[in-house]
């Protein structure tokens, strides 16, 4: 019964974190689009915005995420040995938060480094 309790929440999440980056992506692929007007101090400067770091982070943080959950569930479905299974969601996890992290710090290096 806690597994189907788990399904439910893991389903759940998927469903709610794509509702969510929808807004994110968009704001993501029209800032993009502005970009390519602008020189790099200029794009250097608007990714230092408090308010465009903060929407960034959020949207790193988000986006993998939703990836994690996603990634989780064919793993789960379609590797069948449990140890391999097992290995596969650890060394998923343990990539998606390094790049997270590295995202997160590019974002904060830019932002803070101005």
Not at 26 to 55: E, H, N, P
Not at 59 to 65: A, D, G, K, T
């Amino acid at each position: 019964m806690e597994y189907i309790k788990g399904g439910k929440h893991h389903w759940l999440m998927q469903r709610i974190t794509a509702i969510v980056l929808v807004p994110f992506i968009l704001w993501f692929v029209i800032s993009v689009v502005s970009l390519t007007k602008m020189d790099y101090a200029s794009a250097r400067d608007w990714i230092g915005s408090t308010s465009v770091a903060i929407t960034l982070i959020s949207l790193i943080i988000l986006s993998f995420y939703h990836a994690q959950l996603g990634l989780q569930v064919i793993v789960e479905d379609y590797v069948h040995t449990k140890s391999a299974r097992l290995a596969i969601l650890v060394l998923m996890k343990c990539a998606l938060i390094f790049v997270v992290i590295s995202a997160i710090f590019a974002v904060l290096k830019i932002a803070l480094g101005r």
